[in-house]
């Protein structure tokens, strides 16, 4: 059922929603606890620290075991990641101060410079799904054609979009292309972003000396047997949570309008129902629509959050399960209302 503009109207379901009643519930949530900060990071630092260095030991033994204890560690480089897209947020320790030194630590784990990622996420925040604001700044996370936008294409473009967005290109080639390689250089920035930019190179120049450092220590054919693979999982996890947030099968995009972060976070952002281990590694993110509709929520507060508030509640979850079959919505049908898939080659014309 489609949200309407304004200070009163619906949700998903159909239940009255006043909106800013809603964004009051939230705020008693987004009071961060030093307790669970510091809890989270152990439970996350820790055990990647340990995986790691007992990938190092096995490498001796055996290459497939070594590999095997890669996915374990690639949850935890995610769930690092959490923390700091938290950090970027403000939302992690009260200070700012205190966010800003852990999110950039946390990059050298992520490979992801700080100041940039939060910057350009920034970005993501202030426009997702809104289709006349598509082009206003860096959103690997959530992008989409119209249907009569692909339409509209040349031949070979449709070819070229068809190819990108196709599950082996987008999930298994892209991540860590842009997690190794993209990441590493400014891209999408303007010059007066100085201290992002910088952030970029200063990043660098950390990683290098970190693997240098690892590469002394043990070898520089280990550090590319361990670090490699978790990094390259990670990156594909990264990628493959993060838009699917904004893709499946309720998925609304609007024009500016009708736009509004209410309406958006309700309808434009998913409620990713993970069994208990997945949600813990990826740092309750499923609860995507309560962290749009308030991003100042630490992590670990996401889930009560939503279930204290009925009008978030009430959302429709998106099974674990279901997640293969929206790789499958590519474009935006703006007369259905709704995702479809790519049309059949007799139909794109």
Excluded at 168 to 185: D, G, H, K, M, N
Aim: proline share 7%; charged share 15%; net charge positive.
């Amino acid at each position: 059922m489609p949200v309407t503009t304004g200070k009163a109207a619906e949700n998903e379901v159909g239940l009255p929603l006043d909106r800013r009643a809603l964004k009051r519930a939230t705020l008693p949530f987004q009071q961060p606890s030093l307790p669970l900060c510091l809890w989270q990071l152990a439970t996350s630092l820790l055990p990647f620290l340990v995986l790691s260095v007992a990938m190092y030991h096995l490498l001796a033994w055996s290459l497939w075991a070594t590999w095997a204890l890669a996915v374990p560690a690639a949850g935890c480089v995610v769930r690092l990641f959490i923390i700091q897209h938290d950090c970027g947020h403000g939302a992690f320790f009260r200070s700012r101060r205190l966010n800003d030194i852990l999110g950039t630590l946390c990059s050298l784990a992520t490979v992801t410079p700080y100041a940039m990622w939060r910057r350009q996420h920034a970005g993501h925040h202030s426009h997702w799904n809104n289709l006349d604001r598509r082009n206003a700044g860096a959103d690997i996370y959530s992008s989409c054609l119209t249907l009569e936008e692909y339409r509209a294409m040349s031949g070979w473009r449709r070819w070229l979009y068809r190819v990108i967005q196709h599950p082996l290109v987008a999930l298994v080639a892209l991540p860590p292309i842009v997690f190794l390689l993209l990441y590493r250089v400014p891209f999408d920035s303007p010059r007066a972003w100085r201290a992002e930019r910088r952030s970029v190179y200063l990043t660098n120049m950390a990683l290098l000396v970190l693997f240098i450092g690892l590469a002394v220590l043990v070898g520089f054919r280990a550090v590319l047997l361990v670090q490699v693979p978790i990094l390259m999982l990670a990156a594909t996890a990264g990628i493959w949570l993060f838009s699917i947030q904004h893709r499946f099968e309720r998925a609304r995009w609007m024009r500016e309008d009708e736009w509004d972060p209410v309406a958006a976070s309700l309808g434009g952002s998913s409620y990713l129902k993970l069994p208990a281990v997945l949600q813990w590694f990826t740092g309750n993110i499923g609860f995507h629509h309560v962290h749009h509709l308030n991003p100042r929520i630490p992590n670990y507060r996401l889930q009560a959050c939503h279930r204290a508030n009925p009008a978030l509640a009430a959302v429709p979850p998106v099974p674990v399960w279901r997640v293969f079959a929206s790789w499958r919505l590519a474009l935006w049908d703006e007369k259905l209302g709704r995702l479809v898939p790519f049309p059949e080659h007799g139909e794109t014309g």
